[in-house]
T-cell receptor, first 115, second 113 residues
Framework: DVKVTQSSRYLVKRTGEKVFLECVQD?????MFWYRQDPGLGLRLIYF???????EKGDIPEGYSVSREKKERFSLILESASTNQTSMYLC??????????????FGQGTRLTVV | DQQVKQNSPSLSVQEGRISILNCDYT??????FLWYKKYPAEGPTFLIS?????DKNEDGRFTVFLNKSAKHLSLHIVPSQPGDSAVYFC????????????FGSGTQLTVLP
């Protein structure tokens, strides 16, 4: 059974703190993604990685960075948390090869509140 | 500019009736479309997909229809059940890419008993 695991379900951080969100997948997927979900805005892509040490900006990368030192792990970093980064953060992974049915698999999400 | 649009933020349907969720896209490079379902405090789970070479794909109670000329797809759920109450996201992949999905804003479906 495929699995994407995010390290925390709920986090509360203070403004200005450095925040790390961790994601691990056990499917040997090349592609990993970080999205945030906000009401009325759907899922917006923050960053993605298509290989170890490779990363590309998504639609809303400002205020975030990422790290992918190992294939199975993709970290999202909030360098200095702000209240407008309060959101649900979702990690996903997907195989490199595009075949029908190779959908993305999501973690359970991390609800981050910045106070 | 949203490339994948779900114009109905919410939909209520009586149990046993048909639910129809709609999605429009603007990017003609999209050629693979997916629907995800999301319960509160959980990650989205894949529901059904369709390739642009087809106009219909069916899986049990779920059917997705694709109208390429109108750049429109829809998800039909019949019969609807209370357990179907969730947020449904439409997503699209461009031709030749195995990378990121572009998602719509989601539709909250409520199935009333």
């Amino acid at each position: 059974d495929v699995k994407v695991t995010q390290s925390s379900r709920y986090l509360v951080k203070r403004t200005g703190e450095k925040v790390f969100l961790e994601c691990v997948q056990d499917m040997d997927h090349e592609n990993m993604f970080w999205y945030r979900q906000d009401p009325g805005l759907g899922l917006r892509l923050i960053y993605f990685s298509y290989d170890v040490k490779m990363k590309e900006k998504g639609d809303i990368p400002e205020g975030y960075s990422v790290s992918r030192e190992k294939k199975e792990r993709f970290s999202l970093i909030l360098e200095s948390a702000s209240t407008n980064q309060t959101s649900m953060y979702l990690c996903a992974s997907r195989d490199r090869v595009f075949v029908v049915g190779s959908e993305a698999f999501f973690g359970q999400g991390t609800r981050l509140t910045v106070v | 500019d949203q490339q994948v649009k779900q114009n109905s933020p919410s939909l209520s349907v009586q149990e046993g009736r048909i639910s129809i969720l709609n999605c429009d896209y603007t990017n003609s490079m999209f050629d693979y479309f997916l629907w995800y379902k999301k319960y509160p405090a959980e990650g989205p789970t894949f529901l059904i997909s369709i390739s642009s070479i087809k106009d219909k794909n069916e899986d049990g109670r779920f059917t997705v229809f694709l109208n390429k000329s109108a750049k429109h797809l829809s998800l039909h759920i019949v019969p609807s059940q209370p357990g179907d109450s969730a947020v449904y996201f439409c997503a699209a992949l461009p031709r030749g890419s195995a990378r990121q999905l572009t998602f719509g804003s989601g539709t909250q479906l409520t199935v009333l008993p």
